[in-house]
Structure formats: C-alpha cells, structure tokens
C-alpha cells in the first residue's frame, strides 16, 4: 500500500508541475494512474480485516460515502484559486497556476487521510513472507493463469469487472470533458455539477449498501447499472 501510494502521490506531483508537454504529462498520467488504482485495490483487500463477511456490504457502502463526504473538503478548498481567475479577481494567466495548487491540495488530503490506515489497521489475513516473495507472487499468479479456465464462472465475472469497471471510470473521467465540449456547459455550471454529483453520491452509497444487505448485491448493482446506462445513453443523445 505504502509503495503504491508514494507511487501515485509523485506522479500526481508531476501533474502538478505547469508548462510539461504533453508526452511527459501521458507518461506522468499513467505511472499516477496506476499508483492510485493499484492502492485502491489493496485498500479493499484490507475489508476482510475490518469486518465480518455479513457486514462487508453496509462497511463498503459506508466507507465510499464518507470518501464523499471527505471529498468535498479539498474540492471547495481546491477551486477556490480557479474560481478566482475564473471570475476576474485574478488575471487569467494565473488559471494554471490554480490548477496546480488544487492538485497539491488533493495529494496532500490524500496522503494525510491515508494515514489512519497505515497506522491503526492491522492485517489479519496475509501470506508468510519468504525469500524472493515478488518472484514467488509472480509464479503464484502465472498458476493462476493457467489453471483460470477451469473456473467458467471467475472467467466470465473478471471479463464482466473488466468492462465495468472501464466503463465506469471512462464516464467519470470524461463526464466533465464531455459536459464542456459538447454540452457547452460553462464552467461554472460544470463545478456545479460536480459538486451535485458528489454530494448525491453520499446518501445513495449508504442506501445502496443497505439494499445490497437486505436483497442481495447482484440484484441491487444489477438495477444501479441499469439506471447508470439509461442516464448515459440520455447524455450522449442530448
């Protein structure tokens, strides 16, 4: 976790840093991109260290809306540098500037609230370390490969993560790219749609977490994705 956080605090650093062109930026991007992915995968492997296997819906949910919760924080400390320029207050030379600042803010939230977890979680469920452990973890996953197509249904649940999780993230990435091109939303209204987005996030994490516990997580993600391509569908044809 610690090697995968530095990994995408450094690179959201490099981000930081104006007048970059844009190859080193895409090269910046995705050691970034894989620093916060990869962290984000251990931290959920941490979820069977922090609760029983009935509670993990509900600790799941519960989590994510607090992560949105705490999200708003650095995004209204962040924007306040843009909306500055974005207003006339400050000269327009400084929007770059700005950009920076409410990356440096967003890091430095990131690694202050990740501090809680490297401090008071233990880990309950781990492999023995051993000599060479990248190599032998590395042969454990070659194994795992291999032996995969016994599994139809893993298979077929790992090929449906895939394109679910892409899609997710494509949409959320490029939602505020797509709403400014396209839409021909202005700024401002952008921001504010943002914001609407995070904070209506808060409530239905929980509400979703509840329903996964009382009628099953298939049949509650089954219906939110349903919602979800309906809304995007409708976007695209504005």
Known sequence: FKIFLFMGILGGLGLAIPGLSWVALLVIFAISSIGYNLTNV?????????????????????GFAWGYIGSLIPFFIGIIPYG??????????????????????????????SQPLLKDVEQQYSIDQVENSLGLSLRRLGKTF?????????????????LFYDGINTIGAMASAFADSVLRINPAMNFVLLLMVNITAIPMSVIGGRLASKHGTKKVLGVALSVYCVVAVLAVGF
Do not use: C, H, N, Q
């Open 146 to 162: 291999k032996e995969i197509k016994k599994y139809k249904v893993l298979v077929t649940y790992l090929i449906g993560y895939l």
């Open 84 to 113: 500055l320029t974005l207003f006339g207050f400050l000269p327009e030379e400084f929007a770059r500037y700005a950009i920076s600042i409410a990356f440096v803010i967003s890091l430095a939230w990131w690694y202050i609230y």
């Open 42 to 62: 251990v931290y959920d492997a941490f979820l069977v260290d922090v609760t029983t296997e009935d509670r993990m819906d509900e600790i799941s949910a519960t």
